[in-house]
């Protein structure tokens, strides 16, 4: 049996490279609304929530120009934009791999729930995953991945002994430490967390395999 029973994804700059697409989608926004971004566009926006990343790129929390800027996005990347995403190279094999060895998968991601549905079932991927979770698949809205961590234990009867939380981000960290779940930050992807800004207790893996290895290790 593995270490964890139970793991728990991240999905952007975790399991997919979808950057690309999001970057279109936010671009297309922007030109649609005829609104110029205050900041570049760029990979380093990808992975907060749609709402809060519209914000940092208008500066502005004015919420007729917010919900005007995400309905284009939506436009966007809910009919074709989402298939622009691409998995990182192993990371198929590696749910596989996981799965195979008596691993119960599932998602946390900030990323809205429709297009990430839309994603998974694309790769193919949709049932590697026994729960799917985003924040906006509850009314109210989830605050924050910590939350929706919690929650998705909580419903799922999941011990945290038994789970674990991958992902890329000081936030994925953060977010595990919260539920008092152990992380390891895979570091292939564009949020890649830097040596220094790791905490003490996290732990890293570079490839899909390293992560499968480490994973079912024991």
Known sequence: MPRYRHVLFDLDGTLIDSAPAILASYREAFASAGCTPVRAIDASIVGPPLTETLQLLTGRSDAALIAELADHFKASYDTAGYRQTAAYAGVGEMLERLAAGGCRLSIATNKRLLPTQLILSHLGWAEHFE??????MFQPRL???AT???RLLADRGIAREDAIYIGDRA???????ANRLPFIAATW??????AGDMAPHWRAADTPAALAAALLAG
């Not at 729960?131 to 906006?136: G, I, M």
């Not at 936030?171 to 430490?177: C, H, L, R, V, W």
């Not at 992807?189 to 830097?194: K, N």
């Open 143 to 145: 605050p924050d991945k």
């Open 189 to 194: 992807g564009y949020g890649s967390l830097e």
């Open 171 to 177: 936030e994925d960290g953060e977010s595990a430490d």
């Open 148 to 150: 929706m961590i919690a």
């Open 131 to 136: 729960a799917v979770y985003a924040l906006d």
